[in-house]
């Protein structure tokens, strides 16, 4: 078993509707990055989150430690929105990320 | 200010040479890691460097990898006798400081850099 799991592995929308990405872990961690790549582009830090919930534009990201997982939501979703989502995490006492294997989302106008 | 760098931003080269891959970093920051995303495996992490302390190399695939970090800023990751398994994109990021400074720190990634070994 993945020590971070993701979940859907692939999800289509349609333009303007609410999306919702799944992450669970099974390490004790330092804090929850979700990261955001588009086809052919770099990776881009989108949160790191250790408690609590994060906002920023129409990204909203959430962690509960107790059930060790974490959601990232997209309101009002939009074409530009596609790319492939990546959950990981710094397990605790080190940085380097163990990450998921990505949810790729695709929006349509 | 300028993000990370990689380069060269592609290299293909044949089976059994040795490649170098470049990594500059944001200037300022202490960490420095390399992970390697391809399609089988997915993200996974290489190798960091934080500060003056020894590596964290748990990540290294085998001893044909190998890497450096000159005067704190630049990094060299080194592949020898390459192998088609190699081929992956290699990605580099760079951060204020590792939890070993007692705290956590957003990474930025720069473009990586595409081998393919044929």
């Known amino acids: 078993k993945n020590e971070v799991e993701q979940s859907p592995q692939n999800l289509t929308a349609q333009e303007g509707e609410f999306i919702t990405i799944n992450c669970s872990y099974s390490?004790?961690?330092?804090?929850l990055h979700w990261l955001q790549q588009h086809p052919g582009g770099g990776i881009v830090s989108l949160f790191m989150?250790?408690?609590g919930k994060k906002k920023h534009g129409r990204l909203i990201a959430t962690i509960n430690i107790q059930e060790k997982h974490s959601s990232l939501h997209i309101t009002a979703s939009h074409p530009r929105d596609s790319a492939v989502y990546i959950c990981?995490?710094?397990?605790?006492?080190?940085?380097?990320?163990?990450f998921g294997t990505g949810t790729r989302l695709q929006v349509f106008p | 200010g300028a993000g990370v760098s990689q380069s060269p931003s592609n290299k293909v080269t044949e089976k059994g040479k040795d490649v170098e891959l470049r990594c500059d970093p944001i200037?300022?920051?202490?960490?420095l890691y390399w992970y390697r995303q391809s399609l089988g495996q997915g993200l996974e992490f290489l190798i960091y460097?934080?500060?003056?302390?020894?590596?964290?190399k748990s990540g290294l695939p085998s001893d044909r990898f190998s890497a450096e970090r000159t005067g704190g800023s630049v990094s060299t990751l080194t592949i020898q006798r390459t192998q088609q398994e190699d081929s992956a994109v290699y990605l580099c990021?760079?951060?204020?400081?590792?939890?070993?400074?007692?705290?956590?720190?957003?990474?930025?990634f720069g473009p990586g850099t595409r081998l393919t070994v044929l």
């Open positions: 990021a760079s951060s204020l400081g590792a939890w070993t400074s007692g705290f956590t720190n957003t990474q930025y």
């Open positions: 990981a995490v710094s397990s605790y006492n080190t940085d380097k990320l163990i």
């Open positions: 989150l250790s408690s």
């Open positions: 390490v004790g961690i330092s804090a």
């Open positions: 460097f934080q500060g003056n302390s020894a590596p964290d």
């Open positions: 200037s300022g920051h202490t960490a």
